[in-house]
């Protein structure tokens, strides 16, 4: 038999040159039905079984993944932009502004005192809060940066760090998604719901990171989680502080 994806000749169910399936079905409704069913809605594999073990065991799941167990679980990149999608979609049809705009708005305006809406700093800040999927590509690796500095020690490099708060982020679009559609039902926003989902987003952050560095003291690890955030609030004042001087020296 000669397979159709790399022309090699073999023999059995599978190519053992590429892996692919001998048998290659004509794409119908059948084919992209079973597709769907494959990867998206069952129990033991896929995306719903990802949101499920990133409900009740995210940081074990995630090492699991790290660690090779990675057919079950759908990928990190995909999953935190298909919530990122439905997170900007839910949002839009709502009418609520992204969560991530509204806090990175906030976060501007407290480093530039509210009144310097034209600086370049205010400027990048709000080009974030505006285009949801390229700030959430660019603030995640930050973030790592942050967690893998501050976690320094354990065995994981700095791409591992990124595929945990991949993850995470992706999981804590759902507790963002839950705000807007609370927020749209009740019709109107209520300050102690919006911070209570922000604090349990967090919280979540932290429940992970207990469970992923499973070789550290508990309070080791808390404390190295709040470094992590601390680390990371200083490194986006720098970006933000470094940035008008930046164009000034171009200029």
Partial sequence: MICKNCQHQFEGKFCNNCGQNANVERIDSKYLFTEIWNNIFQVDRGFFFT?????????????????????????????????????????YFVGQKPYLGEMIAGFSKGITGGTTEELVSMKLFKWLSNNHAY???????????????????????Y??????????????????????????????????????????????????YFQFFEDKHPLVKILLTLLTYFLYTVIMVLIASLAPLELEMRN
């Fill in 51 to 91: 949101v499920k073990e990133l409900f009740l065991r995210p940081g074990h799941s995630i090492r699991e993944f790290l660690e090779g167990k990675r057919t079950p679980y759908f990928k990190p990149v995909t999953f935190v932009f298909v919530f990122s999608t439905l997170y900007v979609l839910i949002s």
């Fill in 135 to 157: 700030s959430t590509l660019i603030l995640l690796p930050v973030f790592s940066f942050a967690s893998y500095l501050t976690f320094i020690k354990s065995k994981y490099n």
């Fill in 159 to 208: 791409y591992e760090h990124l595929v945990l708060n991949f993850y995470i982020t992706g999981q804590q679009m759902i507790f963002y998604m839950l705000l807007n559609i609370i927020m749209f039902v009740i019709g109107k926003e209520v300050p102690s719901i919006f911070i209570s989902i922000f604090f349990v987003a967090i919280m979540y952050t932290f429940w992970t």
